[in-house]
């Protein structure tokens, strides 16, 4: 909750797509906006591959409870585990690849080529039906209960494991739940107006969160005992051990099914969206920024991202891939908090339309607790984050900095309008023929994916602060 009022009053301030790459470019500089921009990537591609693993896992259940047929290892299961205790990988006896995974990022890849238009409506009508299982589950459910499964409500600490310190570290590992809101403000150029439909979006959809998150966690370990829920499918695990309950499992199927299809096809839209931003900012290739004259999205861009998602998916095991997504999560909203303590004093009188009550008391407390929660995540994981992170830094050394657009001398003469015509000159790709006539019929409006926006054309048009009403306002022009 207090991560998403932090992402709420940033959304309200800002008109343009990029996330918590959009919010530390203005607030820490281009450098950290780059390695905020990096560590998304473990955020949306990476969390992308690891429900689509956790979906796979959903699929191979379907089967088993619906038509009594197995799906043999080889094919739905990675070929690698991690062992916690050992700190090493282990071989998986019998898996090669996990083929449902690599499907379903494929297909939807597909779908968001061909435009945001469809994606929403698949998304809407998913959500519903996601939803509506939600609620049969918990009440189809609640007859099953065993309170005895409540006792100790707290279960003791055994090996690192469980005790007040397993409550938190599982919190750590919730994050990667949590991905929603911000997925939602990597897209605010796609919303009708942004800066009151964003932060409405992002509170409305944490509770309605909250709530089913909290409902169904109550039922489940009420169904099972808690140790015996470690696994992929852990709602179908819990109602495999009770009679009857067969409809039920295959109805949770297909709506879990559902809803983590929704899930993949949002992280990998906002991956795209990111990229289009930072390749705005001159950060990435040009390659990340064209646009599709037919579809009006970065196809090339999309293509891409869905090919390493599913080799991810395809050869690593979920609770790795889990847990650098909630990690990169922790550490991306760690950063908002502290940008909107940096907004409240160096940018005071900026236009919110919405302003995290208790002055700065919330996002200092929400910074603290992300601080805690990285500390608990394990040293593992913070070694594999500092590794990516490294690696980050040595790309924007080699090409981003000197290809940033804060090296370009003529947007200092008129920022705005020379961002504007890069942004839509690139919209059109020479190695492309169809895609060539967009900078010209089609520049003007853009349905899916309006005119990206360019952060260095600001700052370096007023090298000692930001004027977020310039910024905002910028962006409502492209929309308008």
Same mark, same amino acid.
């Given at each position: 909750m207090l991560s998403a009022l932090s992402y709420a009053e940033f959304a309200s301030m800002f008109s343009v797509s990029g996330s918590t790459y959009t919010y530390t470019f203005t607030t820490l500089g281009e450098l950290a906006a780059w390695m905020v921009s990096w560590d998304l990537i473990l955020e949306f591609l990476i969390?992308? !591959?690891?429900?689509?693993?956790?979906?796979?896992?959903?699929?191979?259940?379907?089967?088993?409870?619906?038509?009594?047929?197995?799906?043999?290892?080889?094919?739905?299961?990675?070929?690698?585990?991690?062992?916690?205790? !050992?700190?090493?990988?282990?071989?998986?006896?019998?898996?090669?690849?996990?083929?449902?995974?690599?499907?379903?990022?494929?297909?939807?890849?597909?779908?968001?080529?061909?435009?945001?238009?469809?994606?929403?409506?698949?998304?809407?009508?998913?959500?519903?039906?996601?939803?509506l299982v939600i609620i049969i589950f918990i009440f189809a459910s609640i007859k099953y209960i065993d309170r005895a499964n409540y006792v100790p409500f707290v279960p003791p600490q055994t090996g690192g494991e469980y005790g007040v310190l397993g409550i938190f570290k599982g919190a750590q590992q919730m994050f990667f739940a949590y991905l929603g809101f911000d997925a939602i403000s990597t897209a605010a150029q796609e919303a009708k107006h942004p800066q009151r439909d964003i932060p409405i979006a992002i509170?409305?959809?944490?509770?309605?969160?909250?709530?089913c998150y909290s409902s169904v966690s109550v039922i489940l370990t009420g169904l099972a005992p808690y140790d015996s829920l470690n696994t992929p499918s852990p709602i179908s695990t819990a109602l495999t051990g009770h009679p009857n309950t067969r409809w039920i499992r295959i109805i949770v199927d297909l709506g879990i099914i559902a809803g983590l299809t929704t899930v993949v096809m949002i992280l990998l839209m906002a991956q795209s969206r990111m990229f289009l931003s930072v390749a705005g900012d001159g950060l990435l290739p040009h390659f990340f920024r064209r646009v599709n004259r037919r579809f009006q999205t970065p196809i090339h861009s999309q293509i891409a991202i869905g090919a390493v998602s599913a080799v991810c998916a395809g050869f690593l095991p979920i609770d790795i891939l889990g847990d650098l997504t909630s990690l990169a999560t922790i550490l991306a909203f760690l950063i908002v908090h502290v940008g909107v303590i940096i907004m409240r004093f160096s940018q005071p009188n900026a236009q919110r339309s919405f302003r995290i009550p208790g002055h700065i008391s919330v996002p200092i407390l929400g910074a603290a607790v992300s601080v805690l929660l990285i500390v608990l995540s394990g040293v593992q994981s913070i070694i594999r984050m500092l590794v990516w992170l490294g690696i980050g830094l040595l790309v924007y050394v080699v090409y981003g900095r000197w290809h940033s657009h804060l090296n370009d001398d003529g947007l200092s003469t008129d920022a705005s309008e020379g961002a504007s015509k890069s942004n839509v000159d690139d919209f059109g790709s020479a190695d492309h023929p169809q895609d060539k006539e967009m900078s010209g019929r089609h520049s003007e409006k853009i349905p899916s994916i309006p005119h990206s926006y360019s952060h260095t054309a600001i700052i370096t048009s007023r090298p000692k602060s930001i004027d977020i009403s310039q910024l905002s306002a910028s962006g409502q022009t492209k929309q308008e």
């Open positions: 969390g992308s !591959a690891a429900v689509a693993v956790g979906w796979s896992s959903y699929i191979t259940r379907l089967f088993a409870d619906a038509f009594n047929v197995s799906l043999p290892i080889s094919v739905t299961t990675s070929p690698v585990r991690w062992n916690n205790r !050992a700190n090493r990988f282990e071989i998986v006896s019998g898996a090669i690849i996990n083929i449902p995974a690599i499907l379903v990022i494929i297909l939807l890849t597909s779908v968001l080529v061909l435009g945001t238009k469809q994606s929403a409506r698949l998304n809407t009508v998913v959500t519903i039906a996601k939803i509170i409305v959809s944490l509770l309605v969160s909250i709530t």
